[in-house]
């Protein structure tokens, strides 16, 4: 794949810095544009099952990602008033041939930064992009300051509110589903536990795990609510609003709340998968293409598989067939994540007759057969993209 075309990818979040180095290592000439004038990511955790640590290995970061992260080793399924557990999943018995890891965002970002930097990636910082023209020439995007980049193929890792995913398929407008989100990140107490609880009630839940060696917990809780909510990362709300919410859950959930000075929140919108992720010398990949709900913990996961696949498939195959075959092989992977996601948000949230016979249908097949409730997660945490 050295053939010296010049590769421009948007975006230096997890699938622009992920698809930067594997294609540089591939022996192209790869620029990122970055809008940020740095490189930071902060306040959230992540969730690496094990499709996408089997990425961050084959390409070379494991060492970084065994430092900077955390090995999980249980997801807890607990009754959000009583914090009675429901049932237990032990990751340490998944059966594949990786591991379950919880780790900052933050951590992440600076670990495929170092990578793309050290396989020769260009990272240009506060580059805005204000247009982006395609057709029957080189892609060609214009920058806020003025400047005009060319290039051979032009990579759209621009997220939710992708430019370049409105350049291949016109604008789509999503669909806010009544779901709000706090994050937050407070200091963990000693000994806490490597294992992800979710604490489930009617019309909410809160999920939260230890990050950073046991030094912080990072908390993510969501209510159903009739008012919108901007769908921004960057929002802000009074911790009392995010208390009241959860003021019916466990003290143990309640102790956490009260050490929240300032969540950030944020409202859950539904876009739909792009129809059109390739066009002449152009390709989207991670949420630009295929945005998901947070209730299964994959939206990471899909932007690292999404990057190797698109990279695996340039080393081998001309550039529009490779993009061909990236879609192909992508498309119906993340559809059935994202109708997972989207399950759980319904089933997060029950209440009434349903919830108790959900929960007691839990509790018997992890008493009798936990080993079964796990491995309904076999085709998604077994996916190994890099197998070829």
């Known amino acids: 794949m050295s053939d010296g075309q010049s590769i421009t990818v948007l975006g230096a979040g997890i699938a622009g810095l992920a698809v930067a180095q594997l294609l540089a290592r591939f022996g192209r000439a790869v620029t990122v544009l970055e809008q940020a004038s740095e490189i930071r990511e902060v306040g959230a955790g992540l969730q690496i099952s094990p499709n996408g640590t089997r990425v961050l290995r084959a390409m070379g970061l494991g060492g970084g990602l065994d430092a900077a ?10 009754d959000g008033q009583s914090g009675a ?16 890891r919880l780790m900052h965002r933050a951590d992440l970002i600076a670990l495929l930064a170092e990578g793309a930097r050290a396989a020769g990636v260009d990272i240009r910082l506060d580059r805005k992009v204000t247009d982006i023209a395609l057709g029957n020439h080189p892609p060609r995007v214009t920058l806020a300051n003025g400047e005009m980049v060319e290039a051979g193929l032009l990579v759209g890792a621009d997220g939710l509110h992708s430019r370049m995913r409105t350049a291949l398929n016109g604008e789509a407008v999503p669909f806010f589903t009544h779901h709000s989100a706090w994050r937050a990140t407070i200091p963990a107490e000693p000994g806490a536990a490597p294992v992800v609880q979710v604490f489930l009630g009617p019309g909410k ?3 939260s795990y230890p990050l950073r060696g046991g030094r912080l917990r990072n908390i993510v809780a969501v209510e159903e609510r009739r008012r919108w909510v901007e769908e921004s990362w960057s929002l802000t709300d009074d911790p009392m609003t995010l208390r009241v919410a959860f003021e019916d859950f466990a003290p143990e959930v309640r102790g956490w709340l009260d050490q929240v000075d300032r969540p950030n929140l944020w409202g859950l919108f539904r876009h739909p998968v792009a129809k059109t992720w390739w066009g002449k010398s152009a390709v989207i990949l991670g949420d630009a293409a295929h945005p998901t709900l947070p209730f299964l913990a994959q939206g990471a996961n899909l932007a690292l598989e999404d990057a ?5 498939a340039l080393s081998r195959y001309p550039q529009a067939e490779a993009l061909a075959r990236y879609q192909s092989r992508r498309e119906g992977r993340a559809r059935r994540v994202i109708e997972a996601a989207n399950a759980n948000a319904r089933n997060f949230h029950l209440s009434g007759l349903s919830r108790a016979v959900a929960h007691l249908g839990l509790r018997s097949l992890g008493a009798v057969a936990p080993s079964l409730l796990l491995s309904r997660f076999d085709w998604l945490y077994g996916h190994d993209v890099t197998a070829g």
């Open 308 to 312: 190797w696949v698109l990279a695996d």
């Open 205 to 207: 839940h809160l999920v």
């Open 85 to 100: 557990a429901i049932t237990r999943l032990d990751l340490l018995g998944l059966r594949t041939a990786d591991d379950y």
């Open 69 to 78: 992260s955390d090995r999980a080793g249980a997801v807890v399924l607990a």
